[in-house]
């Protein structure tokens, strides 16, 4: 094949390409893996007298990589109160305590959801994403709001300085925490 590197369409799928180009034409073509497909585009300067479409060279699929990790984010803190499960909180000076909806400051602080209990000074299991199962829960499928208490809540709060979305319930007993950006009231 011969023709200039303005010529040439490269089309690859899941594999790197490595053109070689000596005195404005293409000498090499290279493929590390999957297979690549090299076209010489439709104009009036190119000669050839290979066809159109060639597969250089086929590659092999790779062993599957590892597990990518579960979908939820935990953490675990240093309760800097007294904290029931199921509550949402925030982290400051490596304390975790509960998020006041009647204090301002407190609306871009709330980052997780106590997934265990814990007395001041003791440690308390956060989690910021993902899902949260309990057999008592009885949710309908809907967002779920930060609420009096630092609890959550389905009805939209009428009272506090903001309101934020921390995420969905998916069924009665599941629910997926999506922390939204909080609206100041």
Do not use: C, H
């Not at 060279?57 to 579960?70: D, E, H, R």
């Not at 304390?95 to 609306?107: K, Q």
């Not at 299991?125 to 009096?148: I, K």
Request: glycine share 8%; proline share 9%; charged share 10%.
């Amino acid at each position: 094949m011969s023709a200039t590197p303005e010529d040439v369409q490269v089309v690859v799928a899941r594999s790197l390409a490595i053109v070689t180009v000596t005195n404005q034409r293409v000498d090499q073509v290279s493929t590390v893996q999957q297979a690549l497909v090299v076209q010489q585009a439709p104009t009036a300067n190119v000669t050839t007298d290979t066809p159109r479409q060639q597969v250089i060279a086929a590659g092999q699929v790779g062993p599957p990589g590892p597990p990518g990790p579960s979908g939820t984010e935990t953490f675990v803190g240093t309760a800097g109160q007294n904290i029931a499960g199921y509550q949402v909180v925030k982290v400051q000076n490596t304390s975790v305590t509960l998020v006041d909806v009647t204090n301002p400051a407190d609306a871009p602080l709330a980052v997780g959801f106590a997934v265990t209990g814990a007395t001041t000074g003791n440690p308390v299991t956060v989690q910021t994403a993902g899902e949260v199962t309990d057999a008592l829960w009885s949710w309908s499928p809907g967002p779920l709001f930060v609420g009096p208490s630092s609890l959550l809540t389905q009805a939209v709060p009428a009272a506090g300085s903001w309101l934020q979305v921390v995420g969905r319930a998916v069924s009665a007993t599941a629910i997926v925490l999506n922390f939204q950006t909080p609206i100041q009231r």
